[in-house]
Protein backbone atom coordinates (compact mmCIF):
# COMPACT_ATOMS: atom_id res chain seq x y z
CA UNK A 1 0.00 0.00 0.00
CA UNK A 2 1.48 3.39 -1.12
CA UNK A 3 1.40 5.90 1.09
CA UNK A 4 2.49 9.41 1.06
CA UNK A 5 3.82 11.97 4.27
CA UNK A 6 4.14 15.69 4.03
CA UNK A 7 6.14 17.32 6.49
CA UNK A 8 7.52 20.78 6.86
CA UNK A 9 4.08 23.52 7.24
CA UNK A 10 3.92 25.86 10.01
CA UNK A 11 3.16 29.38 10.54
CA UNK A 12 5.52 32.14 8.72
CA UNK A 13 5.87 35.77 8.27
CA UNK A 14 5.54 37.70 5.24
CA UNK A 15 8.39 37.15 3.47
CA UNK A 16 9.36 34.38 5.06
CA UNK A 17 10.39 30.46 3.65
CA UNK A 18 9.76 27.33 3.78
CA UNK A 19 10.42 23.75 2.63
CA UNK A 20 8.32 20.74 2.07
CA UNK A 21 8.75 17.48 1.83
CA UNK A 22 7.04 14.73 1.15
CA UNK A 23 8.55 10.99 1.55
CA UNK A 24 6.33 8.17 0.00
CA UNK A 25 6.56 4.76 1.50
CA UNK A 26 5.25 1.12 0.00
CA UNK A 27 6.24 1.75 -3.63
CA UNK A 28 8.37 -0.76 -5.91
CA UNK A 29 8.78 1.99 -8.70
CA UNK A 30 9.80 5.00 -9.73
CA UNK A 31 6.74 7.72 -9.80
CA UNK A 32 6.51 9.43 -13.20
CA UNK A 33 5.25 12.32 -11.59
CA UNK A 34 5.29 14.30 -8.08
CA UNK A 35 3.61 17.44 -7.51
CA UNK A 36 2.33 20.10 -4.78
CA UNK A 37 -0.74 21.13 -4.78
CA UNK A 38 -2.67 23.37 -2.70
CA UNK A 39 -6.22 24.56 -1.13
CA UNK A 40 -7.25 27.51 0.49
CA UNK A 41 -10.23 27.49 2.66
CA UNK A 42 -13.20 27.97 0.33
CA UNK A 43 -11.00 27.61 -2.85
CA UNK A 44 -10.68 25.00 -5.39
CA UNK A 45 -7.39 22.61 -5.14
CA UNK A 46 -4.84 24.49 -7.47
CA UNK A 47 -1.45 22.73 -8.82
CA UNK A 48 1.70 24.92 -7.37
CA UNK A 49 4.37 22.68 -9.29
CA UNK A 50 5.39 19.45 -10.51
CA UNK A 51 8.68 17.76 -11.41
CA UNK A 52 8.78 14.75 -13.88
CA UNK A 53 11.49 11.93 -13.60
CA UNK A 54 13.24 13.42 -16.07
CA UNK A 55 13.11 16.94 -14.06
CA UNK A 56 11.03 18.72 -16.34
CA UNK A 57 9.40 21.08 -14.19
CA UNK A 58 6.13 23.43 -14.54
CA UNK A 59 5.11 26.10 -11.95
CA UNK A 60 1.48 27.82 -11.24
CA UNK A 61 2.25 31.68 -12.27
CA UNK A 62 2.00 32.51 -8.98
CA UNK A 63 4.41 30.91 -7.49
CA UNK A 64 7.22 31.66 -10.63
CA UNK A 65 10.38 32.47 -9.04
CA UNK A 66 9.30 31.99 -5.55
CA UNK A 67 8.91 28.45 -5.24
CA UNK A 68 11.55 25.72 -6.64
CA UNK A 69 10.47 22.06 -6.74
CA UNK A 70 12.69 19.32 -6.73
CA UNK A 71 12.78 15.45 -5.95
CA UNK A 72 15.22 12.50 -5.58
CA UNK A 73 14.16 9.65 -7.74
CA UNK A 74 15.71 6.93 -6.16
CA UNK A 75 13.82 7.39 -2.62
CA UNK A 76 10.19 9.11 -4.10
CA UNK A 77 10.69 12.04 -2.65
CA UNK A 78 9.96 14.98 -3.94
CA UNK A 79 10.33 18.90 -1.85
CA UNK A 80 8.99 21.82 -2.27
CA UNK A 81 11.41 25.28 -1.63
CA UNK A 82 9.21 28.45 -0.90
CA UNK A 83 10.73 31.63 -0.53
CA UNK A 84 9.17 35.24 -0.36
CA UNK A 85 5.71 33.65 1.07
CA UNK A 86 2.68 35.62 0.84
CA UNK A 87 -0.11 35.57 2.93
CA UNK A 88 -2.20 34.39 -0.49
CA UNK A 89 -0.04 31.20 -0.36
CA UNK A 90 -1.92 30.48 3.17
CA UNK A 91 -3.34 27.27 2.26
CA UNK A 92 -3.35 23.17 2.76
CA UNK A 93 -0.53 21.62 0.76
CA UNK A 94 -0.83 18.34 -0.82
CA UNK A 95 1.99 16.03 -2.10
CA UNK A 96 0.65 14.08 -5.50
CA UNK A 97 1.96 11.11 -7.59
CA UNK A 98 0.96 10.40 -10.72
CA UNK A 99 1.74 8.05 -13.28
CA UNK A 100 1.64 5.04 -15.16
CA UNK A 101 3.81 1.62 -14.82
CA UNK A 102 3.79 -1.37 -16.98
CA UNK A 103 3.23 -4.70 -14.77
CA UNK A 104 3.90 -7.38 -16.81
CA UNK A 105 5.80 -8.77 -20.36
CA UNK A 106 2.52 -8.46 -21.94
CA UNK A 107 2.01 -4.35 -21.33
CA UNK A 108 -0.44 -4.11 -19.07
CA UNK A 109 -0.34 -0.91 -17.22
CA UNK A 110 -1.45 0.15 -13.74
CA UNK A 111 -2.60 3.32 -13.45
CA UNK A 112 -1.67 5.03 -10.13
CA UNK A 113 -2.93 8.71 -8.43
CA UNK A 114 -1.67 9.22 -4.53
CA UNK A 115 -2.08 11.65 -2.62
CA UNK A 116 -1.00 12.79 0.79
CA UNK A 117 -2.79 14.17 4.07
CA UNK A 118 -1.66 17.38 3.43
CA UNK A 119 0.30 20.06 5.85
CA UNK A 120 -0.77 23.07 6.83
CA UNK A 121 0.94 26.59 6.09
CA UNK A 122 0.05 30.21 7.20
CA UNK A 123 2.08 33.15 6.55
CA UNK A 124 0.64 36.14 8.05
CA UNK A 125 0.84 39.69 7.13
Known amino acids: QVQLAESGGGLVQSGGSLRLSCTASGSRFRFQTMAWYRQAPGKERELVAL???????KYADSVKDRFTISRLNAQNMVFLQMNSLKPEDTADYYC???????????????????WGQGTQVTVSS
Open 51 to 57: ITNDHIT
Open 96 to 114: NAKGSQIINVEGATYDYDY
